[in-house]
């Protein structure tokens, strides 16, 4: 189930958050963990018993990192490296396997070809994800960054949390660690997350699903009807999609947390304003980008090591950031092609950057993370190709035709509307208001509960509700 | 403003100062000190958000319940999803999640509210275009196709040649007429950067594959194009068929190319069937606030003078005004006097009125021992406005070859056809290879 879908809002909210609020303080957790098991169990009724898998290992694990990372550190470790073994065992079964496998079979051994392909797999929602969160759980123990939660009810709600189960944001155990044992409940919170949870929902419906129909529209471009406007039209509204879908399901995750009490990190942070790609990935997606430094980068050595060793680690950092992305090659050279960028700008290129104009470096970032979510989209690398072609004016029928300036034209306003819902302004606005007086956050008040009646008219009017971040 | 909040200092603020370097959560963090900060003078606007905001979910949730479900929507002219069943095996499988989904957006309260609201949203944004159908001047309302399938196009002229060819063979006469679609025809009411441009690209098509077939066809596109250039009203603005106004024009260019005279227009007494048709386009646009159109039957005589009969298992006129159901060759007929059935005309769906909706048979026959012609028509649903302008001249046997599947040559020396009329819109003929079957018993005859 997504957030974004009537049967969330009218049933399985509805129904949710009056029991949650019924129930005495002490029976919370519990009560989380049951509505997380049946928000998950919902879409994937039989693959919620990996994730039960998932949650034992790790309370278990934990447990023993905790019992005896004081007394006996290496026996500890032993219990971090099953974790990490079963957990990463899961993963790599059910997200990479067939394309391992199909991988090696190119090889010229006979053996390999006797290997089955297990094909129809598929995989679970939230897989990378929630194997992500037990994980560090396990690792926090052992570092002695938060104390073992005996309560297994209180760990598997943390694990099931349905606001941040699906997509994310990768809540680290440290980072929820009190707030599993205690956290309030009160108006001011409630209303803070249901006024985050409606600008997420109208970033991912009425912004990114809308762009997203405007992309399929132009990815279906062919030998009959492309043209270089559609085409960079084209990869323009899936820039904004991919960004809008993201942050508006983190955001509507965070703001779900609120009303539960919990405050989660922020996951996106106008990462469209960037100035570099250094700086658009410390916007991007942080939750993912701090679990790779803290899990990956950082004990490799991070930078506190010799130069060579630095670039390996970066490297090896952006291989498996883009690899966790997806089971395809794209993704890999996704994550290739940013780190490439990554390291030129650590060279020299970030000096460079600051000492042009401030447009200009941003019109460099944009356009290396336009070609990026090229990159990201196209899993076919050979209709990537053909696409990138059109671009640039190979094998189109005109450089710009009917259906295209149409488009452009027709869009343009709501071109205008993404480019400002991506910059800081509409914050920036909101809280000039917010702190003007009681008058202007009654309209506040009243313009969310508009924004959430709107949003049911378009999920009400339409079945297209595709969402991009399932096959994580 | 009121003044406690001015007298309290420091006032923390959610806009970081210039030159500030902030993170999220760093702003974040601003903003819940904010937010804390007003915390007295902010529950009031608080309350309002969650009562206004939970007030909503739950009054919408149990309307969902209570409210009954209804089976059919005719705006979209289709069942709606209904309750659907819990069992162990459906849940398991998935099946469940995917119809609750269906179910909760078929049967959700006020869903025609909702469509229009969303419409509404798109029109504010200047996106001039909804669900598939662009908003054109003077209230036009177009579905959109920028470039349909040629290939499929090409499997129906291919059969369509090849059927003429046999029909010649037969000294049976066969006429092709095409017809355009609304952006074909009315392109003048579209944006002027959109135009004509697919419509132009695809109809040249047509000719290049009609000419390397060998396929003579008259196209009914350029005469109603050059009405609707000077304003006629020809197309519905709210539906794709063209007008009894614009049928009459593609009668008078059939009748000529059959050899025949048409009837002038004046001929004609027109009566003002309906004030009030919603088209399939404006179910789609979902723009609720559009003028509906008007419909019109041109009378020449009296229309009980014709028979109707229109071969139909279901019974579905069944106690219709008029109507008989009468069984010939082990098949169930419904018989009507005229070409109307006016029970239409209360219904969503008014352009059904004609002839009675979609059938894969239907004969029309003047009473009488009138010695006449029988014209063969193989049409799409355009045909069904023109036809009380063909009975004039001939008695008519109609077949939709979507739902009429058999060997047309067969059919042709069975029931002394002495003309065939093929009559196609342009959108028939890119949606699907319904003229396929035109080929159907062509090779057995020259003996392959």
Not at chain 1, 233 to 242: D, K, P
Not at chain 1, 256 to 264: E, I
Request: contains cysteine; hydrophobic residues 45%.
């Amino acid at each position: 189930m997504v957030f974004s879908s009537l049967e969330f809002l009218f049933l399985y909210f509805a129904a949710s958050i009056m029991i949650y609020f019924i129930v005495p303080l002490a029976f919370r957790n519990v009560v989380l963990l049951i509505v997380s098991l049946a928000f998950y169990g919902w879409g994937e009724p039989i693959y919620v018993t990996i994730m039960l898998l998932s949650i034992i290992v790790d309370y278990i694990c934990g447990y023993f990192a905790g019992k005896y990372r004081e007394i006996h550190k290496k026996k500890a470790r032993r219990f971090v490296i099953a974790s990490a073994v079963i957990n990463l065992g899961i993963l790599g079964f059910f997200k990479y396997y067939t394309f391992i496998v199909s991988n090696l079979q190119l090889l010229p051994f006979d053996f390999l070809q006797k290997i089955p392909l297990l094909a129809d797999i598929e995989l679970p929602i939230g897989i990378s994800f929630y194997t992500f969160q037990t994980m560090s759980y396990t690792i926090d123990i052992y570092r002695g960054d938060a104390k073992v939660q005996k309560n297994i009810a209180s760990f598997g709600a943390y694990v099931t949390l349905f606001p941040q189960l699906i997509a994310g944001p990768i809540v680290r155990y440290q980072d929820v660690d009190d707030q599993l044992r205690s956290r309030p409940h009160n108006i001011e919170l409630f209303a803070s997350g249901m006024r985050t949870f409606i600008c997420g929902m109208g970033k991912k419906i009425l912004l990114a699903n809308c762009a997203g129909a405007m992309w399929e529209g132009f990815r279906a471009l062919n030998a009959t009807d492309a043209t270089v406007v559609g085409a960079w039209l084209g990869m323009l509204f899936y820039a904004f999609q991919i960004y809008f879908d993201f942050s508006g399901y983190s955001d509507m995750a965070i703001g779900l947390g609120k009303m539960l009490g919990f405050q989660f990190k922020e996951n996106f942070f106008y990462p469209y304003v960037s100035k570099s790609i250094t700086e658009f990935w410390r916007r991007w997606h942080i939750s993912m980008g701090t679990w790779f430094r803290e899990y990956v980068y950082i004990p490799l050595g991070g930078n506190r090591c010799s130069k060579l060793k630095n670039y390996r680690n970066i490297v090896i950092v952006w291989l498996l950031t883009g690899f966790w992305h997806g089971a395809s090659w794209n993704f890999v050279l996704w994550g290739i092609y940013y780190c490439i960028f990554l390291v030129m700008e650590k060279l020299f290129l970030q000096k460079v950057l600051q000492r042009l104009p401030g447009f200009v470096s941003h019109i460099y970032t944009l356009v290396v993370v336009l070609f990026g979510w090229w990159l990201f989209v196209f899993e076919d690398l050979g209709a990537g190709i053909t696409y990138l072609g059109y671009m640039f004016g190979q094998g189109v029928v005109a450089f710009s035709e009917a259906g295209a300036a149409f488009d452009l034209l027709r869009s343009a306003l709501f071109l205008v509307i993404l480019c400002i819902a991506s910059t800081p302004l509409p914050k920036r606005l909101f809280y000039k208001l917010y702190e003007k007086g009681k008058g202007a956050r009654v309209a506040i008040s009243a313009g969310c509960a508009a924004m959430l009646v709107l949003c049911t008219a378009y999920l009400v009017d339409s079945s297209y509700n595709p969402f991009l971040y399932f096959r994580f | 403003m009121d003044n406690t909040e001015k007298n309290v200092q420091p006032i923390p603020t959610g806009v970081p100062a210039k030159k500030e370097r902030i993170t999220a959560d760093g702003e974040a963090a601003r903003y819940l000190q904010l937010q804390m900060h007003l915390k007295k003078e902010s529950r009031g606007a608080d309350l309002l958000l969650i009562l206004l905001t939970l007030g909503f979910i739950y009054v919408m949730a149990i309307l969902f319940w209570v409210l009954p479900d209804s089976d059919f929507s005719a705006q979209e002219n289709r069942t709606l999803a209904t309750a659907p069943k819990i069992s162990a095996e459906n849940f398991f499988s998935g099946a469940l999640t995917e119809q609750v989904s269906d179910y909760m957006a078929d049967q959700f309260p006020f869903r025609d509210f909702f469509v229009g609201m969303k419409a509404f949203s798109e029109t504010v944004q200047l996106k001039g275009q909804n669900n598939g159908v662009i908003f054109g001047s003077d209230g036009y309302l177009t579905a959109r196709a920028d470039y349909p399938n040629e290939d499929v196009l090409k499997t129906n002229l291919d059969a369509a040649a090849a059927f003429q060819k046999a029909m010649e063979e037969q000294d049976i006469p066969c006429t092709a007429a095409f017809v355009g679609r609304k952006q074909d025809v009315c392109d003048r009411y579209l944006p002027s950067v959109y135009g004509s441009y697919y419509s132009d690209r695809i109809w040249g098509i047509l000719d290049d594959i009609a000419v390397s077939d060998g396929l003579s066809y008259l196209n009914l596109r350029d005469p109603l194009r050059s009405r609707a250039e000077d304003g006629e009203a020809v197309y519905y603005k709210t539906d794709h068929h063209w007008t009894t106004l614009g049928a009459y024009y593609g009668y008078a260019q059939v009748m000529e190319s059959l050899g025949g005279a048409p009837l002038a227009l004046g001929a004609f007494t027109v009566e003002e069937a309906s004030d009030d048709f919603y088209g399939t386009t404006w179910s789609a646009s979902g723009i609720k606030w559009a003028d509906p159109d008007p419909i019109a039957y041109y009378h020449y005589g009296e229309d009980d003078a014709f028979t109707m009969a229109i071969q139909d298992s279901t019974m579905q006129f069944e106690g219709y005004a008029g109507c008989t159901y009468e069984e010939r060759d082990g098949k169930q007929y419904a018989v009507f006097d005229g070409f109307y059935v006016r029970e239409f005309l209360e219904e969503k769906d008014q352009y059904a009125s004609f002839l009675g909706g979609n059938f894969g048979y239907t004969q029309i026959t003047k009473k009488g021992d009138e010695e006449r012609q029988t014209l063969l028509v193989l049409k799409d649903s355009f045909a069904h406005s023109m036809v009380p302008f063909l009975a004039q001249h001939y008695d008519l046997i109609l077949i939709d070859l979507r739902y009429y599947k058999a060997s047309m040559l067969q059919f042709c020396q069975e029931n002394d056809i002495d003309q065939v009329l093929m009559l196609y819109n342009m959108e028939t003929l890119t949606e699907g290879d319904y003229l396929k079957v035109l080929r159907a018993g062509l090779n057995r005859e020259k003996g392959e």
